[in-house]
């Protein structure tokens, strides 16, 4: 954590801070109560700062005041302080802190039914315990660490391990009336399980969240904040699954929804979005959105494949390439070569003006455009062969994006007359 802010009151003295904890919880002040217990919103008096700064005394007046198991949740709260602010900020140990309040949480989901006030508590716990995770993972470990903990993302598992025991009692809370059901926890769990699982590319874990929540049926009572990064994460999924459809419809409502205001998350969502865009439907982002969201890098890229040029298209991938495999969707954007070669295709039907092509135009064309329009001269094994336009066409033919079939005997590709070239989007739905 590398700000407090100043939401959470604390009091001036331990009694006073316990006290006002012990008042929220009789009056089921979950919001309030989430602020107290926050390590990022939780501002304590000077008094209160003095007492978790010199020793272990205050918890004895949280074990006198607090009954079970809230005591253990403000112990573990505090002991997680301690660790940030006075153990010159000793991470693992603040994460360890976090996760002892983990079973004190599940306890009160346990014991209290069929209310769920207290779900504030559980965002902003499951939420600084991911984020107190990656900081122990990353910023170094303490030397009474375990040997556990020193494994490569070890502490973020471990909040993963956390996370689902949260999970399932929320997700268990099936006869519950749903507008004071725990279940309604379930999104925003999944949602910083998806930003763990996806850290640690570990999504073979993702299907059985999402088959839960779809099982529960209560898309309606999630915060719309709470939907889009879903829809984020379920559209990044589909697209590393080739299921560009799904990726389009999720990403497309996460970018649609995310507020305005948030430029960095726009533009994180648009990093995906285009290619996706640029595969199920052949859409092209315009420069205005580019330069809006400061993604110049799919410009040439773009224009390369409006073309049908192969040389600029590699030469657009290459030049970038940094970026593209830094959000890991260099290899996405190489199916997009699939376009380039079809452009090519739909540019030679059109001048011949005739549905019989002679291979040989395919193939003057391809090494015409991978020569860079004749400016470059190619080595003999670099240019394309009438064997590998048949592959291309066979392709193309075989995912529908092209309408015919290739003659073997007259060495022609036969184009439907009408339509040959289908939009890309009608092949996909």
Same mark, same amino acid.
């Given at each position: 954590?590398?700000?407090?802010?100043s939401? /959470? /009151?604390?009091?001036?003295?331990v009694?006073?801070?316990?006290?006002?904890?012990k008042?929220?919880?009789?009056?089921?002040d979950? @919001?309030?109560?989430a602020?107290?217990l926050?390590l990022?919103?939780? =501002?304590?008096?000077? @008094?209160?700062?003095?007492?978790i700064?010199?020793?272990?005394?205050?918890?004895?007046?949280?074990?006198?005041?607090l009954?079970?198991p809230? *005591?253990?949740?403000?112990?573990?709260?505090?002991?997680?302080y301690?660790?940030l602010?006075?153990?010159?900020?000793?991470?693992?140990?603040?994460?360890g802190?976090k996760?002892?309040m983990?079973?004190?949480l599940?306890?009160v989901?346990? !014991?209290?039914?069929e +209310?769920?006030?207290?779900?504030?508590?559980v965002?902003?716990t499951?939420t600084?315990l991911r984020?107190?995770a990656?900081?122990?993972?990353?910023?170094?470990?303490t030397?009474?660490?375990?040997n556990?903990a020193?494994?490569?993302?070890a502490?973020v598992?471990?909040?993963a391990s956390q996370?689902m025991?949260?999970?399932?009692?929320?997700?268990? @809370?099936?006869?519950?009336?749903?507008?004071?059901?725990?279940?309604?926890a379930?999104?925003n769990?999944?949602n910083q399980?998806?930003?763990? $699982?996806?850290r640690?590319?570990?999504?073979?874990?993702y299907?059985p969240l999402?088959?839960?929540?779809?099982?529960?049926?209560?898309? *309606?009572q999630f915060s719309l904040?709470?939907?889009?990064t879903?829809?984020?994460?379920?559209g990044?999924?589909?697209?590393?699954?080739s *299921?560009y459809?799904?990726a389009?419809?999720?990403?497309t409502?996460?970018? @649609?929804?995310?507020h305005?205001?948030?430029?960095?998350?726009?533009?994180?969502?648009?990093?995906?979005l285009i290619?996706?865009k640029?595969l199920?439907?052949g859409?092209m982002?315009t420069? !205005?959105?580019?330069a809006?969201?400061?993604?110049e890098?799919?410009?040439?890229?773009? +224009?390369?494949?409006?073309?049908?040029?192969?040389?600029?298209?590699?030469?657009?991938i =290459?030049?970038h390439s940094d970026?593209?495999?830094? $959000?890991?969707?260099?290899f996405?954007?190489e199916?997009?070569?699939?376009?380039v070669?079809r452009?090519?295709?739909?540019?030679v039907?059109?001048?011949?003006?005739?549905?019989?092509?002679?291979?040989n135009?395919?193939?003057?064309?391809?090494? $015409?455009?991978?020569?860079?329009?004749?400016?470059?001269?190619?080595? =003999?094994?670099?240019?394309?062969?009438? =064997? +590998?336009?048949h592959?291309?066409?066979?392709?193309?033919?075989?995912?529908?994006?092209?309408? /015919? $079939?290739?003659s073997? !005997?007259? !060495?022609k590709?036969v184009?439907s007359?009408?339509?040959?070239?289908?939009?890309?989007s009608?092949?996909?739905q």
């Amino acid at each position: 954590m590398n700000h407090f802010g100043s939401r /959470g /009151g604390g009091g001036g003295s331990v009694n006073s801070y316990i006290y006002e904890v012990k008042n929220r919880i009789n009056s089921a002040d979950g @919001d309030s109560l989430a602020d107290l217990l926050s390590l990022e919103r939780f =501002e304590p008096g000077r @008094d209160l700062q003095h007492a978790i700064g010199n020793g272990n005394q205050w918890e004895n007046a949280v074990n006198k005041v607090l009954d079970s198991p809230w *005591d253990e949740l403000v112990r573990g709260h505090l002991l997680a302080y301690q660790a940030l602010l006075y153990n010159s900020e000793d991470y693992s140990g603040a994460f360890g802190h976090k996760c002892s309040m983990v079973p004190a949480l599940v306890k009160v989901l346990t !014991q209290i039914k069929e +209310e769920n006030w207290m779900l504030p508590i559980v965002y902003v716990t499951s939420t600084e315990l991911r984020k107190l995770a990656i900081c122990a993972d990353t910023r170094g470990h303490t030397s009474h660490q375990s040997n556990k903990a020193i494994k490569p993302n070890a502490n973020v598992e471990e909040a993963a391990s956390q996370l689902m025991n949260v999970f399932r009692v929320c997700a268990t @809370d099936s006869r519950t009336a749903i507008e004071i059901s725990k279940r309604k926890a379930m999104m925003n769990i999944i949602n910083q399980l998806f930003k763990i $699982y996806f850290r640690i590319n570990k999504l073979n874990l993702y299907k059985p969240l999402v088959r839960a929540l779809e099982n529960a049926n209560i898309m *309606d009572q999630f915060s719309l904040a709470e939907r889009v990064t879903y829809s984020y994460f379920t559209g990044l999924k589909s697209l590393y699954d080739s *299921d560009y459809l799904k990726a389009d419809n999720q990403l497309t409502f996460a970018f @649609d929804n995310c507020h305005k205001e948030y430029l960095k998350n726009r533009r994180i969502i648009l990093i995906f979005l285009i290619p996706v865009k640029m595969l199920f439907s052949g859409c092209m982002p315009t420069k !205005q959105l580019l330069a809006e969201y400061q993604l110049e890098q799919f410009e040439d890229l773009c +224009e390369a494949i409006k073309d049908g040029n192969l040389y600029s298209f590699d030469q657009a991938i =290459e030049k970038h390439s940094d970026f593209f495999y830094c $959000y890991g969707i260099y290899f996405t954007l190489e199916k997009l070569k699939a376009l380039v070669y079809r452009n090519i295709f739909k540019k030679v039907a059109k001048i011949v003006n005739t549905h019989q092509i002679s291979m040989n135009h395919f193939v003057k064309a391809i090494n $015409y455009f991978q020569s860079n329009r004749g400016q470059i001269e190619l080595a =003999e094994e670099d240019k394309v062969t009438c =064997e +590998e336009v048949h592959c291309l066409l066979a392709n193309l033919i075989a995912e529908n994006k092209l309408k /015919g $079939y290739i003659s073997l !005997q007259h !060495q022609k590709l036969v184009i439907s007359k009408q339509n040959p070239f289908p939009k890309l989007s009608s092949i996909n739905q």
